[in-house]
């Protein structure tokens, strides 16, 4: 069993700044590929930011800039610093994770539940 926790999300005014963290825990082998996605309500779930094993990193034009997306191998663990906040980056942030749990022969996508980042004054 491999889980995600994400946390750091709140409520922030406009220009403000979060910082949202995921950790994987589990029976994991290796973690290739992390990043975060949002959905805003009404809308689909969109990339924001993914960073490979590797530390290669693409953004969505809409943060390019703003969020900075890192990671700590040694702890399982994706970080996303997003700054300049506007109102239209309300959305509930995922973590999603393609890990290689022991036994497996390929990694799997896993998925946390989500933490919630409301922009408004």
């Known amino acids: 069993q491999v889980q995600l926790v994400e946390s750091g999300g709140g409520l922030v005014q406009p220009g403000g700044s979060l910082r949202l963290s995921c950790a994987a825990s589990?029976?994991?082998?290796?973690?290739?590929?992390m990043g975060w996605y949002r959905q805003a309500p009404g809308k689909e779930r969109e990339l924001v930011a993914a960073?490979?094993?590797?530390?290669?990193?693409n953004y969505a034009d809409s943060v390019k800039g703003r969020y900075t997306i890192s990671r700590d191998n040694a702890k399982n663990t994706v970080y996303l610093q997003m700054n300049s906040l506007k109102p239209e980056d309300t959305a509930v942030y995922y973590c999603n994770a393609d890990i290689k749990r022991y036994g497996d022969s390929l990694p799997r996508p896993c998925w946390g539940k989500g933490t919630l980042v409301t922009v408004s004054s």
């Open positions: 960073i490979s094993s590797g530390g290669s990193t």
């Open positions: 589990g029976s994991i082998f290796s973690i290739n590929a």
